[in-house]
């Protein structure tokens, strides 16, 4: 089973900067795509930016310029950098992966995960 474990939220000033880090752990076949999503009080789930196994991007218009999603060397790993935070940023973060799961080709099963949320807060 792939479990997703976040860090890095916080209370950060409006302007500054955060970054969150989510780390993929079980047996996984492929990890094909994570992403970041994010929760305001009263709003749905939306999109935030995700990044592929080949590194391909894609941000919400309302993160251009400002967040960047990687993965590094370390393919389980997915960062956000968060710049020139903004309080209606303020939400619970999440992050997602899709991919397989087996240590087989033949044995692979498809996974759709997502981890437990950390809180981001950002203050005016």
């Known amino acids: 089973q792939v479990q997703l474990v976040e860090s890095g939220g916080g209370l950060v000033q409006a302007g500054g900067s955060l970054r969150l880090s989510c780390a993929a752990s079980g047996t996984f076949f492929s990890l094909d795509y994570m992403a970041w999503y994010r929760q305001a009080p009263g709003r749905q789930r939306e999109l935030v930016a995700d990044?592929?196994?080949?590194?391909?991007?894609n941000y919400a218009d309302f993160v251009k310029g400002r967040f960047t999603i990687s993965r590094g060397n370390a393919q389980h790993v997915v960062d956000l950098q968060m710049n020139t935070l903004k309080p209606e940023d303020t939400a619970v973060y999440y992050c997602?992966?899709?991919?397989?799961?087996?240590?087989?080709?033949?044995?692979?099963?498809?996974?759709?995960?997502w981890g437990q949320g950390t809180q981001v807060t950002v203050s005016s």
């Open positions: 997602n992966a899709k991919g397989y799961s087996g240590s087989y080709w033949y044995s692979r099963r498809p996974f759709n995960t």
């Open positions: 990044i592929t196994s080949e590194g391909m991007t």
